[in-house]
């Protein structure tokens, strides 16, 4: 079975690709294709959030996003080195929902593994967020992983 | 499609397109930029423009068009060394490797995407006026920025489609005035020897100069298309083609609209309306309703600046965004939402920015100073853009040699030497003609020092230990 991870560069795409390896079992995996999306016309296309680079090229002067998805998407890959599948890295560009789940079909995933990045009220009352439009329209079965509930907050 | 395996780890090799999937194709780009640039000034200057030259004002557009076209033909050769979405910032750095210059050009950037955007926004009221009378100008403009920065917050407008669609609108407004520009010559009304009739204050070679250094306003915004510079399949081809393509075409509409304009509109009437295009279609010279077009045509014209708005507002949070990644602004500018990847404290601030000049333009008025915010504002943006166009070309002469290929694209020199001049002989008389807008330009650079000031003094606890600020840009540059 071929997997798609989706990556937006948020911690919480991370805890979705350890998720999947918390239950998933390696052997039934054939490949592991990791999928970071740039949103071209966005205010911040990519945002690394993951990658301890220090954001080397995401200067002003260098405002370089695919170098943050290639960064972003270093991080989630690294995360299946040595568990079994085969990992590929893909950088798309276009309407993260759309281009994730052309992924899919193009690679005939058996799984698509997706995070949500909000709780609650701004999931509700804004418009479908990405893990939403990929759970309506992907040609296979998909794994939104959420935020666990919030806590109260750490004082930083 | 294929793709990179993990070993070795991360590889994607930045120069192959085989792995990477761009999605700005050429015929997206021109329409991009047609779109920011058509937006920018035709519908909210014109009447100026008309009212500084008089019946000749075409001949003021065409070389505003002119010089502009040749600082993006600079732009166009620096994009396809350096396809990344920094803009000039990036470029001067390249060139001169002076961070308090690069500094000064990224604040001149911010700078005049806020007066920009204020600007439209005044432009946006005068049209809206015309749909619905009731609610106060400054409230509309300051509703019209606190909307566009929440639609930008959701990225509903990230759509490459929703973009085409609003530009193929406002080029559809343009159209009908050619329309009505080429019934009323079949009427045989057109006296075209309005077209040399200059109507200036001072000399016929100053009016000009002044209606050029307006003009410009309308090309600005043309340089946001660096934005997608990184996304634009195979740029150093698409890249030159597209941009000056784009700004070419703008450029004819612009001149053919002022044509018609000085052709069907007395030029007192242009000078003195708030929404100068109205009074083409209010004059009544196709057989439609003129309560229908007039409805009709301020709507397209509010769809126009607001395109024009929102890449201006996408500007001002990337830039932020990207100086606080670089430690020079504070970190929450960097923030990014959870669900919405956007960065919510760098768009609301620039909000905020662009609302507080618009009340302390509105409070001048009430204080009777007397400012045309919409003049001003066009005027702030034009003497930071022209500063900016001119350090650009500089840099562009001074790269090269550098970074080239086979397939860079490169500027004629003469023409890059002219686009200089051009500036800086505009930039002179700008500053000349409205020193005031001096107060202006002072607030917002010291706006962008106190940020940096802030950040000096308070930011250090966000950057890694032992790290002084910027040895990350020296290390790019290892």
């Known amino acids: 079975m071929h997997v798609i991870v989706a990556t937006d560069g948020s911690k919480q795409s991370l805890l979705a690709a350890q998720h999947l390896m918390a239950f998933a079992d390696p052997a039934r ?9 740039i949103r071209p016309l966005a ?62 079909e193009a690679a005939d995933a058996g799984l698509v593994v997706v995070a949500a990045g909000s709780r609650g009220l701004s999931e509700t009352v804004l418009l479908g967020s990405t893990a939403q439009r990929v759970q309506h329209y992907a040609p296979c079965p998909v794994l939104v992983v959420r935020p666990a509930p919030r806590k109260r907050r750490r004082p930083s | 499609m294929a793709d990179a395996t993990i070993d070795p780890p991360s590889e994607l090799d930045p120069g192959g397109d085989r792995e990477l999937k761009r999605s700005i194709t050429g015929k997206l780009l021109f329409f991009y930029v047609l779109g920011v640039v058509l937006g920018s000034g035709i519908y909210v200057l014109i009447g100026l423009v008309a009212g500084a030259v008089g019946g000749a004002f075409w001949i003021a557009f065409a070389v505003g068009v002119t010089v502009a076209t040749i600082t993006g033909l600079a732009y166009a050769e620096l994009v396809t060394k350096y396809p990344q979405a920094a803009g000039a910032a990036l470029y001067v750095h390249k060139a001169f490797r002076n961070h308090p210059l690069t500094f000064l050009i990224t604040v001149s950037m911010l700078s005049a995407s806020f007066a920009a955007a204020g600007s439209l926004a005044t ?104 934005n997608v ?37 007395p030029i007192g009437t242009l000078q003195k309306s708030d929404a100068a295009l109205l009074e083409v279609v209010k004059a009544g010279i196709l057989p439609v309703p003129v309560g229908f077009m007039t409805i009709l045509f301020a709507c397209i014209a509010m769809v126009a600046i607001t395109n024009t708005t929102l890449v201006a507002v996408v500007t001002q949070s990337r830039i932020l965004y990207g100086m606080s990644k670089e430690d020079v602004v504070p970190a929450p500018f960097g923030k990014i939402h959870a669900a919405r990847r956007s960065p919510w404290f760098a768009l609301i601030f620039a ?6 000049l618009l ?16 003049a001003r504002l066009a005027t702030v943006t034009v003497i930071f853009t022209l500063f900016i166009y001119a350090l650009v070309i500089i840099s562009a002469l001074k790269l090269r040699g550098q970074d080239e290929d086979d397939d860079t694209f490169i500027a ?34 010291l706006l962008g020092l106190a940020l940096f000031l802030l950040e000096h003094f308070f930011g250090k606890r966000d950057r890694p230990a032992g790290r002084g600020r910027g040895d990350r840009i020296a290390r790019n540059e290892a």
Not at chain 1, 29 to 37: G, L, P, Q, R, W
Request: charged share 10%.
């Open chain 2, 229 to 265: 510079a990184e996304e634009t399949v195979d740029p150093a081809r698409t890249f030159p083609r597209a941009l000056v393509g784009g700004m070419i075409a703008a450029g004819v509409i612009y001149v053919l609209v002022a044509m018609v304009s000085a052709l069907t509109v």
């Open chain 2, 359 to 374: 009340i302390s333009g509105w409070l001048l008025n009430r204080a009777g100073v007397g400012v045309d915010v919409v």
């Open chain 1, 43 to 104: 205010a911040v296309a990519f945002a690394d959030e993951l990658s301890d680079v220090d954001h080397p090229q995401t200067t002003s002067e260098a405002l370089s996003f695919r170098q943050a998805a290639t960064n972003a998407l270093a991080v989630i890959a690294a995360e299946f080195e040595g568990w079994g599948p085969t990992v590929h890295q893909q950088i798309l560009s276009g309407s993260p929902a759309n281009e994730i789940i052309k992924a899919a």
């Open chain 2, 351 to 356: 909000a905020l920015v662009v609302c507080a």
């Open chain 2, 123 to 226: 432009g946006f009221a005068a049209y809206f006026k015309q749909v619905w009378d009731l609610p106060p100008a400054l409230l509309v403009t300051l509703v019209f920025i606190i909307l566009l920065a929440i639609v930008n917050f959701i990225g509903i407008t990230e759509s490459v489609v929703t973009n085409m669609v609003m530009t193929l609108v406002e080029v559809a407004g343009l159209v009908i005035v050619m329309i009505i520009g080429i019934v009323y010559i079949g009427q045989g009304k057109a006296d075209f020897g309005i077209l040399v009739d200059f109507q200036t204050k001072e000399s016929a070679l100053l009016g000009v100069i002044a209606g050029v250094a307006l003009a410009f306003f309308a090309m600005t915004g043309f340089e946001n298309a660096a």
């Open chain 2, 412 to 445: 004629p020199t003469w023409l890059l030497l002219i686009g200089i001049l051009g500036n800086l002989v505009l930039l002179g008389y700008v500053l000349y003609d409205d020193p005031a807008s001096l107060y202006w330009v002072a607030a917002l650079l």
């Open chain 1, 29 to 37: 995996i054939s490949d592991v294709t990791v999928v970071a999306v």
